[in-house]
Structures are given as C-alpha cells and as structure tokens.
C-alpha cells in the first residue's frame, strides 16, 4: 500500500494508474485530504477498490449518498409524498451507518449493526422496520439500476424484531358520550364521525360533502391509495345532517373560518386530557381506538367480515379478523357465515360476500 502514496508539503496523495480511452495506463495522483497516514491509507484502500470496481465492470462504483440522491428523484410522483417524507426521515436516522459506504457494501452485517444500534437509542421494533424499509427502498432502486445484485435489508430477518401490538381496549360508549358533550361542536362531530363510519384521521380531515352520496361516502385520499366506499347507517347519517355546511368550504368538518381540521389526532389527545382533569371521562382512549369501536360494533350488529374488511380498507382479511376476538361464539358464526343482510349496515353487500358466503 505505501507504494501508491506520497506525501507533498504534509499532505498525503494517493498515486493510481487508470486506462485512459486509448487502453494505456494514465498515471492519477489526486490527494487524499488528510495530513493523517491512518486516514490516508483508508482513503487510497477505497480508491483502489474503486478503481478495481471500474476495470472489472466497466461502471463507476456508486456511494450510498449518491444512491439516495438518485432515489429520492425517482421517487417523486412514484410514491404518495408522506411516505416520501416518511422514508427520508429514517434514512436520515441511519447516516452515520451508511453514508461512508459505496452501496454495494451494504450487507447483512451492516443492517444487523444498524437494527442493534436503533435498539440501543431506545426505538421501538416498529420504528426499527419503518426504517429498514426506508433502507430496502433505497437498495431496491439500487438493484435494479443494477449497480448490486441483493437488497440486503429486504432478505433480512425481520422476525428477530417482530412488533409487539398492544391488545384493542375499545372505548366505553358512555365515555365516548361524555368526550363529545366536553368537546366544542363540530369536533364532537368529528368524534362521531370517527365512532360511526370507522374512518381514519386523515380521511375524516380531507372530507368533503361532494364525496357523500345519500347513505354512502366515496372515499379517495386513502391509506393505501385505493378508493374505496363507506357505508352509513342511521346514526352515521343523522352526524353528518347535523353538520351544518360552510357557504365558501367544501369541508364536511370545518372551523367558523371555513378551514379544515388539521392535526386531530394531537388535538384530540388535548381534549382527553382535559376531559379526564375534569372527570368528565373515566378511561382514556385514543382517537384510533374510535375506529376499532366501529368495527366491533359492525360486526356485533350482524356485519359480514369480509365487507368489514372492504369498509375499513385493509388489505388483508388477516387485520380484519382481530375483531372476530371480540365477538361470542355465535357472533363469530354470524360474522364468517352470515347473511349481510341481517347487519344494521344493509347496504355493505358486495359480490365478494356472497362469494363467501356461497362457499360456506
């Protein structure tokens, strides 16, 4: 190694020979940056392997922060903007384990030390997989730009960090009562809203009263970006007829100045705690938990879970089946085998159902 260095006025140098366009060697002597040999020796170490990279594949070598530089480009338009942010936010998190590499040196033994350092900061499990994710992500643009072969946080063993999911409490509807008579008004409706029609937060804030149609929501701004229909019973309907209507704002749910909700769910971890300062509450819930509330309650009611499985929008009847926990033995029967029409929510038949309930 000493022999592809120098020193010149205590700056060290790095001396490499690279086939020039005519196919002879050209002698290249960039420096190194560093008064250090320690660091020079690294330096000139990675070079040359860079330079070995070149002559073997005829392509240069590609740092992980140039990767992520691509990426991130490719990415606009490619994927909804919150994930974007999202990914980006992790991939920031893990700089310090990635960004001195050339991505083909990213292994399973890099993502190992990453998943082992997230733990010693204190992350969760799930935060550890959001940004495993994130990482897969970049890698996967990686491969197939073909600058790698393996994505080595997608073949990782996510098993060792398996998420431990808190078991459902679901809200008691007289709490629930009094949260909506502590709120102010049209947030007592948004808290209705969410407790009869199951919808998330986001899709509560983005509402507008042109998506409604008669006892059904159309719904466009969702989760996984696949429309999808919300059915409305009577007390569902009775929420939003009691929803007075801006004169210049689309909004179903709206401030005095037309302007929609944002950030409910913060708002609405103010207002529990309020409310149980005031005793106005006994338990307290999240406004996630509003959403299990109706899920349980549909199926109790006699719903179908495989329409449950299409109102909530979850991609895999797996997510929808935790609530069948909730349920007695023959409200179990009724949810898997039932006829939809025996649910309060009438109108929630669709050919997938009765598919269902043909082959049982």
Known sequence: MPENLFR???????????RGPDGKPVDHRPSLRTRSKKEALKKVRRL??????????GDDRHSWKQAVIEWQTACVGAIKPSTLDRYIVSINEVRAELDGLYVDEVDKKTIAKIVKLRRAAGCTNATIKRDLTAVSSVLRYCCAQGWIDENAAKSYDRTVIRERRDPIVLPDPADIDALVRFAPAMFGKIIRAAQYTGMRQ?????????????????????????PRV????????????????????????HH??????????????????RAIEAGKVKRRFRFHDLR??????????????YDLQQVLGHSSIKTTEKYLAYLTPEQQKVAKFG???????????????ERKENVG
Request: net charge positive.
């Open 339 to 353: 006829k939809v029409a025996q649910s309060r929510h009438k109108n929630t038949g669709s050919a997938h159902s």
């Open 8 to 18: 010149r006025k205590g700056v060290w140098y790095a001396r490499v020979q690279i």
């Open 202 to 226: 986001h899709e509560i804030e983005s509402l507008e009263r042109s998506q409604r149609r008669g006892r059904e929501i159309d719904l466009w701004k969702t989760k996984t970006d696949a």
């Open 292 to 305: 299990h509330w109706f899920a349980v309650d549909y199926l109790r009611a006699g719903g179908n879970i």
């Open 230 to 253: 919300v059915p409305l019973d009577d007390r569902a309907v009775g929420t939003l007829d009691g929803t007075p209507a801006h004169l210049k704002a689309p909004w179903m749910f």
């Open 48 to 57: 040359l392997d860079e330079v070995d990279h070149r002559r073997a594949t």
């Open 256 to 273: 005095d100045d037309g302007l929609p909700f944002v950030g409910v769910k913060s708002q609405f971890r103010d207002l529990m705690a």
